[in-house]
């Protein structure tokens, strides 16, 4: 695997491949990262993979600076699981100036869920990916689908902007217990550890519930958020809205639970497709 800190070394070193497939982190890779370095492995000739703790897609009271770098780990990670490039750059090399133009996600997307939770996040996530992309120049470009409302953004980022990406969602890793895979699982005590897989059996209950045929959308996120809290938990949201754009249900559309909630100072995110 080479490891490129500098764009002019990354294009250099991409310019031969004719189908690149791309899968940006932020490190602290878990077998949820490596999962879609895997897949991306079956659609590109040259798999190249990123790691940059993003700044501006963090608020200021959050975890940025206390965000876990692992950086020889991820790359001896990386390379076991076949990655050909890393693209490891600093700050001054992908912000070399203060960033005054910024990719504004729609208010429908960015202004909801994670987004209402987090001002500002999304701006942040659209635009460090443009520039990866602008740098990268994938054809193929490999996100999880753990973080949904990001998926659901950077989707339409890319067909409205018309950049000649194909962009594959991959299903969320867990852990044997049904917890989602998170760098911030870290964070977690053992007791909370213990009882964070509740998250992910609440969600499951949910869908359960409306595949059975249940309509009362709010009487469902009310319980879940009130059976939560009483185990301790703070939820943000719990949310049953529709997968193509995570608006609120209408017809026929495929669903989805999606739901952020903090444990102790933890904050986790997850989501259960109701298909």
């Avoid at 070394?9 to 991409?14: I, K, P």
């Avoid at 950086?71 to 600093?90: I, N, R, S, T, Y």
């Avoid at 869908?207 to 959308?217: N, S």
Wanted: glycine content about 6%; some cysteine; overall charge neutral.
């Amino acid at each position: 695997m080479q490891i490129h800190t500098r764009i002019e070394s990354l294009r250099a070193a991409l310019a031969s491949a004719t189908r690149i497939a791309f899968a940006p982190t932020m490190g602290n890779l878990h077998a949820g990262h490596l999962s879609l370095m895997q897949t991306a492995r079956a659609h590109g000739d040259a798999v190249v993979s990123s790691i940059f703790v993003n700044r501006t897609q963090f608020g200021p009271n959050e975890d940025f600076d206390r965000y876990p770098r692992t950086f020889k780990a991820d790359c001896e990670q990386l390379a076991a699981v076949g990655v050909d490039h890393l693209f490891a750059p600093d700050e001054a090399e992908l912000y070399p100036q203060a960033q005054s133009y910024f990719v504004q996600p729609a208010a429908r997307h960015d202004e909801i869920l994670e987004g209402a939770s987090r001002p500002g996040h999304f701006r942040g996530v659209a635009t460090i990916v443009t520039k990866l992309f602008n740098i990268v120049q994938p054809q193929i470009a490999l996100f999880g689908k753990k973080d949904y409302q990001q998926l659901i953004v950077i989707r339409n980022m890319v067909r409205e902007l018309n950049l000649p990406i194909t962009i594959i969602g991959c299903d969320t890793v867990r852990a044997p217990d049904g917890l989602a895979l998170s760098s911030r699982n870290g964070y977690l005590t053992a007791e909370q550890r213990a009882e964070a897989p509740r998250l992910a059996a609440c969600l499951q209950q949910l869908a359960a519930a409306v595949k059975a045929g249940r309509q009362d959308y709010a009487v469902l996120e009310t319980e879940a958020a009130e059976q939560l809290r009483a185990h301790g938990w703070q939820p943000d949201y719990i949310a049953i809205r529709q997968q193509s754009d995570l608006q609120a249900p209408q017809g026929n559309q495929p669903l989805v639970v999606v739901a952020a909630a903090r444990l102790g100072s933890t904050r986790l995110i997850d989501n259960m497709e109701i298909n």
